[in-house]
């Protein structure tokens, strides 16, 4: 895997990331994150990042709807 910046999983900073680099941190997360015990699929740090990616995701995309 290629190291990305990841900007402290600023969320504004991720959006200027393309698709491809935010798909890779997310694989990334889910393998150093994952939890094999208790309820949750990914420990709280895990969760905390994979939402900023979601929301940088979110955020590039109405970014590009305005335009």
Same mark, same amino acid.
Request: aromatic share 8%.
């Given at each position: 895997? /290629?190291? @990305?910046? !990841?900007?402290?999983?600023?969320?504004?900073?991720?959006?200027?990331?393309? &698709?491809? *680099?935010?798909?890779?941190?997310?694989? *990334?997360?889910? $393998?150093?994150? /994952?939890? %094999?015990?208790? @309820?949750?699929? &990914?420990?709280?740090?895990?969760?905390?990042?994979?939402? /900023?990616?979601?929301? /940088?995701?979110? !955020? %590039? $995309?109405? $970014?590009?709807?305005?335009?």
């Amino acid at each position: 895997m /290629a190291d @990305i910046r !990841n900007f402290g999983w600023n969320r504004l900073k991720l959006a200027t990331l393309s &698709y491809e *680099q935010l798909n890779e941190l997310e694989e *990334q997360v889910k $393998q150093e994150h /994952a939890c %094999k015990d208790g @309820i949750h699929m &990914y420990d709280k740090a895990g969760r905390d990042k994979l939402d /900023a990616l979601s929301w /940088a995701v979110y !955020n %590039k $995309q109405k $970014q590009e709807r305005k335009v």
